[in-house]
């Protein structure tokens, strides 16, 4: 699976979610580990979990050195005080983290890429986000 391939799957991923996630986005996330898929979700009804955080908890160990294809940045800090996605992400070892749409939300806006580079996990932002911005139109974000 290319990473074009992987990012659309996650962008459907989260389609189905928009409007179903409260006040937080709809994102969606696939982990692919040597071409293929290990672990997907998207963000549940309410908001919560983040789907960064299923998607960790489906792969479990076969996260290490897996790529994380993330619709939308991968939160920074949360509001509950919880591991954000950024430290999910690297306390799980994954080798490298695409996402497509920035977030305008406070507790991220760079953080949780912040948090990635800082760690060492290599972050490419911006891939395919026209194809995602669709999803955070109604949130006045997208495009980075």
């Known amino acids: 699976m290319d990473d074009a391939a992987a990012m659309r799957l996650a962008i459907a991923l989260a389609a189905p979610q928009v409007g179903r996630t409260a006040e937080n986005p709809a994102v969606g996330c696939l982990l692919v ?71 305008a939300d406070h507790r991220s806006n760079g953080r949780g890429p912040a948090r990635l580079k800082a760690a060492g996990v290599p972050v490419e932002g911006g891939f395919l986000a026209a194809e995602a911005a669709r999803l955070y139109a109604d949130r006045g974000q997208g495009i980075p």
Do not use: M, N, W
């Not at 591991?83 to 996402?99: D, K, M």
């Open 33 to 103: 580990k040597e071409g293929r898929a290990i672990a997907q979700a998207a963000t549940a009804d309410g908001g919560r979990p983040h789907a960064e955080e299923q998607a960790l908890a489906t792969a479990g160990e076969s996260a290490r050195g897996a790529v994380a294809f993330v619709t939308l940045e991968p939160c920074g800090e949360r509001s509950s005080g919880a591991a954000s996605c950024a430290e999910r992400l690297i306390a799980a070892g994954v080798a490298r983290v695409v996402y497509a749409c920035d977030e």
